[in-house]
């Protein structure tokens, strides 16, 4: 830093280290500049204030976007990118009021991050406002636009309205991600609608793209709660078969599944596989195995798995403890049973 010499040099600087989201560093770049008595410009403190944005601080952006005296286009949609990526929706929509108030029209990267904030931040009312009101102010949504607004819409199981978006999307020329599709499907597994959820991965194939963990782990789960245990198993082969690594939601999905067959083996493998990956067992995965061993009349094998819960720290909530205090009581009789017969 003691080698900047020119306002210039520490723009360039502060817009290098932005670029590897290395915030801090830039922030201090700005700060170094001010300590020398030179009031950085507009274009430094937009700049500084977008790395805070790449890096996920909406609060040190904020502070320099508060030190500004007269904010400009650009530095409002910084700050307001900043408030998308972390869900700061009341301040992304109070920024871009303050923008209009400036007397600068916010342009379709501000609304998209403000769209982004809401969804993020769960108001799923807010985000679809937005896009009405980028079309008021003359302006087309683009697949960022949708994105956000379709997850919005998964957040707030308003499937209908996610379908209803990518529809739009296909008239107005705008193709979808995979982003996109993986928010669709969520939207409608958060529904209950597996049938569209499974209509959604065949257009996704059927336009080139390619689905990802998300998309899978979305179609399964919607499949599980749509008791369709033979489909949901077909898709977790599937994606193994394709290189995709699980996440919790797919695991979760499959482990719903063999257990409502009673595949306790299975659900066995795939809870030790859990471990060995480090994506460790929720209560959820733990009551569908304990559910599985029900089904199969495994009641050592259910109060085995409580023992593991408790060594593992998970605790059990009520299901599962219903479950073993049905297996144990199942247990003591057959001991009971056995002995008879042995006698």
């Given at each position: 830093q ?10 360039a ?10 915030w ?14 030179v009031?950085?410009?507009e274009s430094c403190?937009s ?6 944005s790449?890096?996920?601080?909406p609060?040190p ?5 508060g030190?500004m ?7 409002f ?34 609304y ?10 769960g108001?799923?009312r ?10 008021v ?5 683009d ?12 957040e707030?199981?308003?499937w209908?309205q996610?379908l ?5 999307m296909?008239?107005?020329?705008v193709?979808p ?22 209509a959604l991965l ?10 990802n963990?998300?998309?899978?782990s979305?179609a ?9 245990w ?5 898709l977790?082969?599937?994606?193994r078969t394709v ?6 939601i797919?695991y ?8 409502a067959?009673?595949h ?5 493998g795939?809870?030790?596989e859990?471990w060995?990956q480090?994506t ?5 995965n733990?009551?569908?195995?304990l ?5 199969s009349?495994e009641w050592?094998m259910?109060?085995c ?19 073993v205090?049905?297996?144990r009581?199942?247990a003591?009789l ?7 017969r042995l006698?």
């Amino acid at each position: 830093q003691g080698l900047l010499r020119s306002e210039r040099e520490h723009l360039a600087a502060v817009r290098a280290l932005g670029r590897r989201s290395a915030w801090a560093a830039a922030v201090e770049v700005l700060e170094s500049l001010k300590r020398s008595q030179v009031e950085p410009g507009e274009s430094c403190y937009s700049a500084a204030i977008r790395a805070c944005s790449r890096g996920g601080e909406p609060v040190p952006a904020m502070r320099l976007f508060g030190a500004m005296q007269k904010p400009s286009a650009s530095s409002f949609g910084a700050a307001i990118s900043a408030c998308g990526s972390t869900g700061h929706w009341q301040k992304a929509l109070d920024l871009l009021s303050g923008m209009r108030a400036a007397g600068h029209k916010p342009d379709l990267i501000a609304y998209n991050s403000a769209i982004s904030a809401c969804q993020k931040g769960g108001k799923s009312r807010w985000a679809l406002w937005l896009m009405e009101a980028l079309r008021v102010d003359g302006l087309a949504p683009d697949v960022v636009s949708y994105s956000a607004a379709i997850s919005a819409c998964e957040e707030g199981r308003r499937w209908g309205q996610a379908l209803q978006f990518l529809s739009e999307m296909g008239r107005a020329g705008v193709a979808p991600n995979v982003v996109t599709y993986s928010a669709s499907i969520s939207a409608c597994e958060k529904g209950r609608q597996w049938e569209r959820a499974m209509a959604l991965l065949g257009d996704m194939r059927g336009q080139g793209v390619s689905p990802n963990v998300f998309s899978y782990s979305a179609a399964m789960s919607a499949c599980e709660k749509g008791q369709q245990w033979q489909l949901a198993l077909a898709l977790w082969s599937e994606m193994r078969t394709v290189g995709l690594t699980p996440n919790r939601i797919s695991y979760s999905a499959v482990i719903s599944a063999c257990g409502a067959n009673g595949h306790w083996p299975q659900v066995l493998g795939l809870l030790d596989e859990m471990w060995r990956q480090t994506t460790s067992p929720d209560i959820r995965n733990y009551t569908s195995a304990l559910s599985s061993f029900e089904k199969s009349k495994e009641w050592e094998m259910a109060v085995c798995l409580l023992s593991e819960m408790r060594l593992r720290r998970q605790q059990p909530d009520l299901i599962c403890s219903s479950i073993v205090k049905r297996a144990r009581h199942a247990a003591r009789l057959g001991r009971k049973s056995r002995g008879k017969r042995l006698q």
